[in-house]
């Protein structure tokens, strides 16, 4: 578990297909219909090396969408080349990439360290651990849960907001978007890694491109 692997994706060549998330390696397949994008997955679930690995194949109608770990800490180096035989795939059956389609969604639950309640919420929710500070659905049809240490300073001891995570081309469009729709940027001063924008009531939320859009050496905080 390294910042240097999931980097190395990113600097990899030949990958364009794919996007770094906070569910790590992703990439979205679009094929001519259902049938030929079930084929596909059957076709991706047979590359060497994906065995008791984490990956989901997610189908929606003509659309594939492909996470090799769940989580950019679980990244490693041979997940390169499967990623580049992914792609492989999917140009010899037709099917068109759409790197600006991939997005996830993140619940983000704040609190001080003495006070966060992890075990609590994979309990209500059903949910399994992937890391020590996070909490995934076992089907991959919801949001993870992170758990964020909120600083000692601040006065609130507990913080929801939502991390909507996109590939660096998508970042910006999906900000100036929410703008058009009444939304305010809060912080804007880590674009392109990350904007922070509320809606008219202050409730906040995080568009993302980490790692996608990181800037050397940053490591993203949102509260």
Not at 30 to 51: F, K, S
Not at 195 to 211: E, F, M, Q, T, Y
Request: aromatic residues 6%.
């Amino acid at each position: 578990m390294s910042e240097q692997n999931w980097r190395e994706f990113l600097e990899a060549d030949d990958l364009d297909d794919w996007v770094v998330l906070h569910g790590g390696p992703s990439a979205v397949f679009i094929t001519d219909d259902l049938a030929a994008t079930a084929e596909l997955a059957r076709a991706v679930a047979e590359v060497p090396g994906l065995e008791g690995s984490n990956i989901q194949l997610a189908i929606v109608a003509n659309r594939l969408t492909v996470r090799l770990t769940r989580e950019t800490w679980k990244i490693e180096p041979h997940h390169i080349g499967i990623a580049r035989e992914i792609s492989e795939i999917a140009r010899a059956r037709g099917a068109a990439s759409a790197p600006h389609l991939v997005q996830e969604v993140q619940v983000a639950i704040a609190a001080k360290p003495d006070a966060i309640d992890l075990k609590f919420w994979r309990a209500v929710l059903g949910y399994d651990e992937m890391l020590d500070d996070n909490a995934i659905d076992p089907l991959g049809v919801s949001s993870t849960v992170w758990m964020q240490d909120l600083d000692e300073g601040k006065a609130l001891r507990h913080a929801m907001h939502l991390d909507v995570s996109l590939s660096k081309e998508s970042a910006e469009a999906r900000v100036e978007a929410a703008v058009k729709a009444g939304g305010v940027v809060v912080d804007g001063s880590h674009a392109p890694s990350w904007w922070i924008l509320a809606d008219r009531s202050g409730n906040k939320v995080c568009v993302v491109a980490w790692p996608d859009g990181a800037k050397a050496n940053e490591i993203i905080t949102t509260q």
